[in-house]
């Protein structure tokens, strides 16, 4: 396979807007991407903090491949952003759901990131009750969230609960704080620039972005009430699911076992070596052989 | 009517694997389907069955965790998987149409059916939805001590286990409420009491508590779900109620503007246990003969 990254040039927020639009759903906007004139469609699910954006690099390649459907969540990027309000993960499955009827979209791969596993997952729990009839094909996830088990909600975890929030939080007190959090989770911090990481500030700044007050708290609390809720969907998922995981993640690294691989049986994991909590922007050609291996 | 008898009017579906506990009675083409309130089953609604059933299709299901219906261990039941089994158990009964009658606890199901009816998620449609006594709206609410303690992640499970304490808390209710003691026996309270100490029912009381924290979570989500409603709600409030006081009621009002709010003056009067006759007059416009 020849897969061709251009890694000179990075995109400023200007162009990316421009590859996508508004979507208005319910009573919001959603932005949206997309590309490709395929039949089998890659759905990607964006992580905490960042945006569609992380996925400059891979989309001319993936679009050769796919019909790519990209779309900030509600709060991130150039979607909509809520005054001092916590949009839910329950929320967020409901837009993307939407949206995905709006586009008619068929033979759905969804990949999920970060943040983007959690709507993932619950994605899965409706789609197990039959509730949703999506045609969704296959899941898979990318170096998923801090791994929360039941035992994190437990008081012994407070002083690693708080400390958690705390860098989560703070990620949002300064540009700063902001590229230092996002580089110390590359295996190699060269791998991105301090010009990406200005577009990824500004995205996020937009439309007073940073005000997601006690998102961390309200984050936390919903999933202690969905654990088991999420954990159930995995297990008695019947779509497969696959892992693609950078194997030098500090959040999610591989000497504790990922929590995702202990709860699906028969899981296929795909390790990209040398790489970080972001392989599509750090490792971007073996993401993409990776992806469409699957 | 005891406990037993009510089991053996209904059947078990599987929904998901677990036994939901499904009453259906009535052949009328129009359907009320029931969501009860907390901690209760659907054995609240005993008595106003047979008239109601005359009017009605009536569909009452146990949640899951209460009354009949599976109690499976160290869940965490939550609102959202609640409203998940009520739609799918509704699908497999083949419900097209159907009228939503909750209550308390049940309220918060409604709404987060009614979130998913506006986001155009199901094909079921809702004719109606009646909310009785909803302490949804959590600026307002009081919670007790006791309630409070149950929240409590730790010392919950110990405080559910004392049996006692449940069997008190009913008959205090009851009691606080100034109801007929003639009616309300020590006998129904402990009829009451034993459905919940089923399948360990009372083990799991502390887990099921967590809906308070959901309605945190969604306090957004349900009550834009009630703003943006196209279903007309009709929101029937019990004026005295120590825990769903009156100002939540008249908030939840005004968020709708296809709401209907009626007040229940008098709950001796109006009471679904106690006043069967006149609850069934006020909700549904019937007007049948004395129950008692």
Known sequence: ?294 | MTADNWKSRGKFYTIADKNIFVIDEGSSLQTIVILHGYPTSSFDYSKILPELSKHYRVVIHDHLGFGFSDKPKSYTYSLIDQADFALQLWNKMGLKEVTILAHDYGTSVAKEILARKNHNLIPLKIKKIVLCNSSMRLEYLHIRNMDKLLKDKKLGRYIARLTNYGFRKIKDKFKNKNLNPEIHTDYDINKVWDKLDTSEGKNEIHLLSNFINERYTFWHRWTEALKESETPIKIIWEKSDPVAIKEIAIVLATENINDNLEWIENERYFSILENPTNWLNLVFNINGPKIS
């Open chain 1, 1 to 294: 396979m020849d897969i061709t990254i251009d890694n000179t040039i990075v995109m400023s927020s200007n162009e990316w807007e421009k590859k996508g639009e508004l979507i208005p759903i319910f009573d919001k906007e959603i932005f949206t991407i997309d590309v490709g004139n395929h039949k089998n469609c890659l759905l990607i699910l964006h992580g905490y903090l960042t945006s569609s954006y992380d996925y400059y690099k891979v989309l001319p390649e993936l679009s050769k491949h796919y019909r790519v459907v990209l779309l900030d969540f509600i709060g991130f990027g150039f979607s909509e952003k809520l005054d001092k309000q916590y949009c839910t993960i329950i929320d967020q499955t409901d837009y993307v759901l939407e949206l995905c009827r709006l586009l008619e979209l068929e033979n759905i791969t969804v990949f999920a990131h970060d943040y983007g596993t959690e709507v993932a997952q619950e994605i899965i729990a409706r789609q197990n009750y039959s509730l949703i009839d999506f045609p969704i094909e296959k899941y898979i996830f990318c170096n998923g969230n801090m791994p929360l088990d039941h035992s994190f909600f437990l008081d012994y975890h407070k002083n690693f609960k708080e400390q958690v929030a705390k860098k989560m939080i703070s990620m949002l007190a300064s540009f700063g704080i902001y590229k230092k959090s996002i580089r110390d989770v590359f295996f190699d911090a060269t791998k991105i620039t301090d010009q990406e990481l200005t577009e990824m500030w500004y995205q996020l700044e937009l439309n007073k972005g940073r005000d997601v007050i006690n998102f961390v708290h309200h984050y936390i609390r919903e999933r202690k009430i969905f654990w088991q809720r999420w954990i159930s969907a995995l297990k008695e998922n019947n779509v497969p699911v696959k892992l693609i995981l950078g194997r030098k993640d500090p959040i999610n690294d591989d000497e504790t076992p990922n929590p995702l691989a202990d709860k699906i049986e028969d899981i296929d994991i795909c390790w990209i070596e040398n790489c970080g909590h972001y392989p599509m922007l750090e490792n971007p050609k073996e993401w993409i052989e990776a992806v469409l291996k699957t």
